[in-house]
């Protein structure tokens, strides 16, 4: 969490931060001046800076930090965050693909309501340990081996189905599988 920390207070409209690590990442911002860095470009700019697994699922822009009466951050005070209802706007699903990788997204994310084709991930609580339970749950649905960073590549259903789709087609869907070479044994060994 501190190394996450210091790369936040390194973005040009961030002041203060913290990091609360409950069932997800979530970053607490005070910026440098009102309004601040959009939630969004804050997680794009850490993307950059971090590994995936360490940028926040969200971050919440606060005026200032809570503290306790000795001056540290209180982070029992810090506002809880629930992941965001989704909007039941947005695209349907136009192929079978797509309505099952939409069904495993509502499946391991936890929104309430209905997603469209177009929501992203992290945008409605996705954070790794969460994508790594969607690659499981893609390779036993339709058989395809994704990793971590196809998923924050194609954060949506349609993109992901799209790159499933695209590896299928080149062949690369399934995953490898390396058969042991044998070295066979000469009396000089």
Do not use: C
């Amino acid at each position: 969490p501190t190394e996450i920390e210091t790369v936040l207070t390194g973005h040009p409209g961030i002041a203060q931060a913290v990091l609360l690590a409950t069932d997800h990442l979530t970053a607490y911002v005070v910026p440098t001046a009102a309004p601040g860095p959009d939630p969004q470009e804050i997680r794009r700019w850490l993307a950059e800076r971090l590994p995936e697994h360490m940028v926040p699922a969200f971050v919440v822009a606060l005026d200032r930090l809570p503290l306790t009466p000795n001056g540290k951050i209180d982070k029992r005070a810090l506002p809880a965050v629930r992941a965001p209802e989704a909007s039941g706007g947005g695209r349907a699903p136009r192929t079978p693909l797509e309505t099952t990788v939409l069904d495993l997204f509502t499946q391991v994310l936890p929104v309430k309501g209905v997603l469209s084709i177009d929501d992203s991930f992290f945008d409605h609580g996705g954070h790794s340990l969460l994508a790594a339970r969607l690659i499981h749950r893609i390779g036993t649905a339709l058989g395809a081996s994704l990793t971590l960073r196809d998923v924050f590549r194609h954060p949506t259903p349609a993109a992901l189905a799209q790159h499933i789709e695209s590896r299928r087609a080149t062949g690369s869907a399934a995953p490898k599988r390396v058969r042991p070479t044998l070295r066979r044994r000469t009396d000089d060994q």
